[in-house]
């Protein structure tokens, strides 16, 4: 059975002890996290092992990290492996945010190595798509996303698929305020999954987290995860308040 995943991507903010702190607000407010939930932290690479011990031992919480590189190792100064990540016991990567797509030129092809490095080393992709708002307003949000997936997943094995979780996060929603409607966030969804189904099998589609991101909040987080095919949230603005990520925790189906 697929996971419901309520993830925190925390972006370029915080301190380390801001991060800290807001680990111990969500620590100490009620939560539950059943058998098919988890809570993923995206936190920056210097807070990778402070957030690593923050969640040992608590049940169905992981950290993430925000980006790898493609490389196994060697002369890149500045980048971060996929083998460092796992020596720090990190169990996720984000790859493919329309942040790194925009501000960093990724492409399908550079995401695609990027999969395949984690996916070798027992690491598990958080793999963003998702449209511009000129892309939605001529209707070509089906296409768009096809092609993602298309270009940077489907040379993926049934079994490596099924590792991969992705996260559906429309441009125009991302930090605006402006979320998808539930039922617009679930038409899509639907034909994310749809893509899988037709290229993997249903039973495989059926496997697959679908998450939603783009200002999802406490209030809408309900709402929006009530949906058939959305499977929880990636988060950003309100993965940065305690209560407010508590309450998408709770949300979660
Ligand atoms: P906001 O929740 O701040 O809109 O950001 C969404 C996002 O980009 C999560 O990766």
Same mark, same amino acid.
């Given at each position: 059975m697929r996971k419901q995943i309520a993830a925190a991507n925390w972006k370029m903010n915080l301190t380390l002890q801001k991060g800290e702190e807001l680990f111990d607000d969500i620590i100490a407010l009620p939560h539950e996290l059943k058998a098919d939930q988890q809570a993923i932290f995206a936190v920056p690479f210097p807070y990778l092992a402070m957030a690593q011990q923050k969640v040992h031992g608590r049940k169905n919480a992981f950290i993430a990290a925000q980006n790898c590189y493609n490389k196994k190792s060697g002369a890149y100064t500045g980048e971060t492996s996929v083998e460092m990540l796992q020596s720090l016991g990190i169990s996720y990567v984000v790859l493919g945010h329309s942040e790194r797509r925009e501000y960093f030129n990724e492409s399908n092809q550079f #995401?695609?190595?990027?999969?395949?490095?984690? #996916?070798?080393?027992?690491?598990?992709?958080?793999?963003?798509?998702?449209?511009?708002?000129?892309?939605?307003?001529?209707?070509?949000?089906?296409?768009?996303?096809?092609?993602?997936?298309?270009?940077? #997943?489907?040379? #993926?094995?049934?079994?490596?698929?099924?590792?991969?979780?992705?996260?559906?996060?429309?441009?125009?929603?991302?930090?605006?305020?402006?979320?998808?409607?539930?039922?617009?966030?679930?038409?899509?969804?639907?034909?994310?999954?749809?893509?899988?189904?037709?290229?993997?099998?249903?039973?495989?589609?059926?496997?697959?987290?679908?998450?939603?991101?783009?200002?999802?909040?406490?209030?809408?987080?309900?709402?929006?995860?009530?949906?058939?095919?959305?499977?929880?949230g990636l988060v950003g603005g309100a993965s940065l308040v305690a209560s407010e990520f508590v309450a998408i925790i709770n949300a979660l189906k």
């Open positions: #995401l695609a190595e990027k999969v395949n490095i984690c #996916l070798e080393n027992n690491i598990h992709p958080i793999f963003c798509c998702g449209e511009a708002l000129s892309v939605r307003e001529a209707n070509g949000q089906n296409d768009f996303v096809a092609k993602q997936l298309e270009e940077s #997943l489907f040379h #993926l094995s049934a079994e490596q698929i099924q590792k991969v979780v992705i996260a559906y996060e429309p441009i125009w929603a991302i930090g605006t305020g402006k979320t998808a409607t539930s039922e617009q966030a679930q038409e899509i969804h639907k034909f994310i999954r749809s893509q899988f189904a037709a290229k993997y099998g249903v039973a495989v589609a059926e496997n697959i987290s679908i998450l939603y991101g783009g200002s999802v909040k406490g209030s809408n987080a309900k709402e929006l995860f009530s949906q058939p095919d959305v499977d929880g």
